[in-house]
């Protein structure tokens, strides 16, 4: 019975070990560059499991160890990813074949998180294409400057929570990713939802916007590993019904859009913010149910919260840390504002083009996005311009590495000098279009990236024009990043001094 137990554990043993032979060989079988630093059973990702990196990181070092390979072999686990990092490449699954790359490789599930189920990120087909129609009405020109109205009165609640910190201090010590996730949770209760976010309260509120945006993406270190496994692994969740989103988050967005919807069905005079886009959408015709509109809200919460703050924060960082481009940008913004009347407007946010340029270098510079993953929907062979081919099939999954591609000698001069002027009007024709992906790019590319850009150069043109920005001790540097946020994100965060000019 023994010797029998001990050849049944022994040929078990032998499959397993043909099975892991036959699963970690793939790239070199299909003559692919594998990254260093597999491991049997989990492949590269066991800095991420051990949250000791984040999975940007593993990719962005293979990218660096494979700098002369249009693309790379990497495994999630058992299962075999490519790593494209040629813009050529970027440009085939984008746009130029988007058909047989049309769905992204993180997925929710719907049971787990209905909310977010629905945002056209995660969807496809015609749920996607109707969900995106939604929301590309919602920030076209003509209604970006309906929800300017609401971005200016928060701008007012930011500069008043300043004035009100500087009254006893010459200088105001704060973490920036706090200070500018309070404007951006402001900015989505009032111009989103048409409601008070509580964000500049003096004293804190458990219900503030900002207050729920840390609920969902802060999370403690283990809900965070929980949730980058579930990234990595999504069939796992199928199982175990992780929610992103807890259970009274989706209960208070749900109850704010059926309230409000009821009220302003009955108003007369419209307001200027996001769910009243949405009834104008359904008087012209489209039928849309609590469900659509709540899931609406949230995609409008999730896409401005988190993304902008954390654009904001690294941008703030950078002009503290360059006090020479905050000096110009200042002016411009001040002789800007001057020629409108002393007002901030919707129109001369537009001609601050040194404005755009901070932003896009600060955007290449910490990319807040480390990475892009999308799905093989039809098959597709690629081939790189070093000889490199490979045919991939419906299923497989694709790396596109933003934030190293953001760093690359090979599309960038001086990748690691914080330049701005790379992007003015006469270096900018020189730039590789994929080699810049802040917002993605393609029929995917990111449906709210003007809101996003409106409320960034606001909250930016606001602070600057009446305080300076002088970085604190308390950031750690170089930084190190989180290894169990959705964004990229400093540890220990990026703190500065501000103080009124």
Not at 345 to 367: G, H, W
Not at 395 to 417: C, F, L, M, N, Q
């Given at each position: 019975?023994?010797?029998?137990?001990?050849?049944?554990?022994?040929?078990?043993?032998?499959?397993?070990?043909?099975?892991?032979?036959?699963?970690?060989?793939?790239?070199?079988?299909?003559?692919i560059?594998?990254?260093?630093?597999?491991?049997?059973?989990?492949?590269?990702?066991?800095?991420?499991?051990?949250?000791?990196?984040?999975?940007?990181?593993?990719?962005?070092?293979?990218?660096?160890?494979?700098?002369?390979?249009?693309?790379?072999?990497?495994?999630?686990?058992?299962?075999?990813?490519?790593?494209?990092?040629?813009?050529?490449?970027?440009?085939?699954?984008?746009?130029?074949?988007?058909?047989?790359?049309?769905?992204?490789?993180?997925?929710?599930?719907?049971?787990?998180?209905?909310?977010?189920?629905?945002?056209?990120f995660?969807?496809?087909?015609?749920?996607?294409?109707?969900?995106?129609?939604?929301l590309?009405?919602?920030?076209?020109?003509?209604?970006?400057?309906?929800l300017?109205?609401?971005?200016?009165?928060?701008?007012?609640?930011?500069?008043?929570?300043?004035?009100?910190?500087?009254?006893?201090?010459?200088?105001?010590?704060?973490?920036?990713?706090?200070?500018?996730?309070?404007?951006?949770?402001?900015?989505?209760?009032?111009?989103?939802?048409?409601?008070?976010?509580?964000?500049?309260?003096?004293?804190?509120?458990?219900?503030?916007?900002?207050?729920?945006g840390?609920?969902?993406?802060?999370?403690?270190?283990?809900?965070?590993?929980?949730?980058?496994?579930?990234?990595?692994?999504?069939?796992?969740?199928?199982?175990?019904?992780?929610p992103?989103?807890?259970?009274?988050?989706?209960?208070?967005f749900?109850?704010i859009?059926?309230?409000?919807?009821?009220?302003?069905?009955?108003?007369?005079?419209?307001?200027?913010?996001?769910?009243?886009?949405?009834?104008?959408?359904?008087?012209?015709?489209?039928?849309?149910?609590?469900?659509?509109?709540?899931?609406?809200?949230?995609?409008?919460?999730?896409?401005?919260?988190?993304?902008?703050?954390?654009?904001?924060?690294?941008?703030?960082?950078?002009?503290?840390?360059?006090?020479a481009?905050?000096?110009?940008?200042?002016?411009?913004?001040?002789?800007?504002?001057?020629?409108?009347?002393?007002?901030?407007?919707?129109?001369?946010l537009?001609?601050?083009t040194?404005?755009?340029?901070?932003?896009?270098?600060?955007?290449?510079?910490?990319?807040?996005?480390?990475?892009?993953?999308?799905?093989?929907?039809?098959?597709?062979?690629?081939?790189?311009?070093?000889?490199?081919?490979?045919?991939?099939?419906?299923?497989?999954?694709?790396?596109?590495?933003?934030?190293?591609?953001h760093?690359?000698?090979?599309?960038?001069?001086?990748?690691?000098?914080?330049?701005?002027?790379?992007?003015?009007?006469?270096?900018?024709?020189?730039?590789?279009?994929?080699?810049?992906?802040?917002?993605?790019?393609?029929?995917?590319?990111?449906?709210?990236?003007?809101?996003?850009l409106?409320?960034i150069?606001?909250?930016?043109?606001?602070?600057?024009?009446?305080?300076?920005?002088?970085?604190?001790?308390?950031?750690?540097?170089?930084?190190?990043?989180?290894p169990?946020?959705?964004?990229?994100?400093?540890?220990?965060?990026?703190?500065?001094?501000?103080?009124?000019?």
């Amino acid at each position: 019975m023994a010797s029998a137990f001990c050849t049944l554990v022994a040929g078990a043993l032998v499959l397993l070990c043909f099975y892991l032979y036959a699963k970690f060989t793939y790239w070199k079988r299909h003559g692919i560059p594998t990254a260093k630093g597999w491991y049997p059973l989990v492949g590269h990702v066991l800095p991420v499991i051990t949250a000791r990196k984040h999975v940007f990181e593993v990719i962005t070092q293979a990218c660096k160890d494979n700098k002369d390979c249009s693309m790379i072999g990497f495994y999630k686990g058992c299962k075999p990813v490519l790593i494209i990092r040629e813009a050529e490449l970027i440009k085939s699954v984008l746009q130029n074949n988007f058909s047989n790359f049309h769905d992204n490789g993180l997925k929710i599930e719907p049971d787990a998180d209905p909310l977010l189920a629905k945002n056209p990120f995660f969807n496809s087909g015609d749920t996607w294409m109707l969900g995106r129609k939604r929301l590309t009405y919602a920030f076209s020109n003509t209604r970006l400057k309906i929800l300017f109205a609401g971005i200016c009165g928060v701008l007012k609640k930011f500069e008043n929570f300043l004035e009100r910190r500087l009254k006893s201090n010459t200088r105001y010590e704060v973490e920036l990713k706090y200070l500018f996730s309070k404007f951006t949770a402001e900015v989505v209760a009032n111009a989103g939802l048409g409601v008070e976010g509580l964000c500049f309260e003096d004293k804190e509120h458990a219900t503030a916007f900002d207050k729920i945006g840390e609920t969902v993406f802060k999370p403690s270190l283990i809900q965070g590993i929980l949730g980058q496994l579930i990234i990595l692994f999504p069939g796992v969740n199928s199982i175990c019904k992780f929610p992103f989103v807890q259970k009274d988050i989706d209960h208070l967005f749900r109850k704010i859009v059926t309230e409000n919807l009821e009220i302003r069905r009955k108003e007369s005079t419209p307001r200027n913010d996001f769910i009243q886009l949405m009834i104008d959408l359904e008087k012209s015709g489209d039928s849309l149910d609590i469900e659509t509109v709540a899931s609406d809200a949230f995609s409008f919460y999730t896409d401005g919260y988190e993304t902008s703050s954390a654009t904001l924060n690294f941008t703030g960082y950078l002009l503290a840390a360059y006090p020479a481009v905050q000096e110009k940008l200042r002016n411009e913004v001040k002789s800007t504002i001057e020629k409108h009347g002393g007002e901030l407007t919707f129109e001369s946010l537009k001609e601050m083009t040194y404005m755009d340029q901070v932003i896009k270098e600060s955007q290449r510079y910490y990319s807040v996005v480390g990475f892009l993953s999308k799905l093989c929907t039809e098959e597709f062979e690629f081939k790189g311009s070093d000889g490199l081919s490979y045919r991939a099939t419906p299923g497989s999954e694709v790396y596109i590495p933003t934030y190293a591609i953001h760093r690359d000698p090979k599309y960038w001069t001086d990748p690691d000098v914080f330049d701005p002027e790379r992007f003015s009007d006469e270096r900018k024709q020189t730039i590789e279009k994929m080699a810049f992906l802040p917002f993605g790019e393609g029929p995917r590319m990111c449906v709210g990236m003007r809101m996003a850009l409106l409320q960034i150069k606001a909250c930016l043109a606001g602070l600057l024009r009446s305080y300076k920005l002088e970085l604190s001790p308390k950031t750690k540097l170089p930084f190190k990043f989180s290894p169990t946020t959705l964004v990229v994100s400093p540890v220990g965060g990026c703190w500065v001094y501000i103080s009124k000019l």
